[in-house]
């Protein structure tokens, strides 16, 4: 059965450290890994990887895929009360997109 | 301008009700998808449909139905027999391509909170 393990599940840390957050999976027919942040509504995309090795940077975001040991990391440095949210991992395998349930990040002030 | 919108965002209804979940999008998307989010769970898929006229059942389908006779919209129909059916309902849409490998990202609309009491 395909699966996506995210860890940890939630992360309480003050503004200005810096994060790691974890995506592991075992599915078949792997296509591509995806982040999404969700704040009390819509996800919102954040990186879709699909090589190893190759890091995907977005200001204070990045993110790098391991396909020989099957894990993702998403990166968040210098951490700010507006990067509170719910973190979604999901692998693309076929079709649809399988989710893991997310690692919720408090960021206090 | 492009977005997906779902409507109603809250909505109450009483155990033993149908009830039907609206999705439009204008982002001329092939695919469209439908999740349902539980408290401290990940998403979950109910249905998607790759092409008007054809949709697929996900991995929590029992108790839900829908349709897609346009290109713009994929509604959701909760059925009575939907034994747990309060939570957060997303819906989905995303560029397809037919066979071969493909990625993409999955782009969703601000959902709708169904209550059944």
């Known amino acids: 059965e395909d699966k996506v393990v995210q860890s940890p599940l939630s992360l309480v840390v003050h503004e200005g450290d810096t994060v790691t957050l974890n995506c592991s999976y075992e599915?078949?027919?792997?296509?591509?890994l995806l982040w999404y942040k969700q704040e009390k509504k819509a996800p919102t995309f954040l990186f879709m990887l699909t090589s190893s090795g190759i890091e995907k940077k977005s200001g204070r975001l990045s993110s790098i895929l391991d396909k020989k040991e099957l894990f993702s990391i998403l990166n968040i440095t210098a951490t700010q009360t507006g990067d509170s949210a719910v973190y979604l991992c999901?692998?693309?395998?076929?079709?649809?997109?399988?989710f893991g349930k997310g690692t919720t990040l408090s960021v206090s002030s | 301008d492009g977005g997906i919108t779902q409507s109603p965002k809250y909505l109450f209804r009483k155990e033993g009700q149908n009830v039907t979940l609206s999705c439009e999008q204008n982002l001329n998307h092939d695919a469209m998808y439908w999740y349902r989010q539980d408290p401290g769970q990940g998403l979950r898929l109910i249905y998607y449909?790759?092409?008007?006229?054809?949709?697929q059942k996900g991995d929590i389908a029992e108790g839900y139905s829908v349709s897609r006779e346009k290109k713009e919209s994929f509604p959701l129909t909760v059925t009575s027999a939907q034994k747990n059916p309060t939570a957060f309902y997303l819906c989905?849409?995303?560029?397809?391509?037919?066979?071969?490998?493909?990625?993409?990202?999955?782009?969703f609309g601000p959902g709708t909170r169904l209550t059944v009491t």
């Open positions: 449909s790759q092409i008007v006229n054809d949709f």
């Open positions: 599915v078949t027919n792997f296509r591509s």
């Open positions: 989905a849409s995303s560029t397809s391509t037919s066979g071969g490998a493909y990625s993409y990202e999955q782009y």
């Open positions: 999901a692998v693309q395998a076929g079709t649809a997109l399988i």
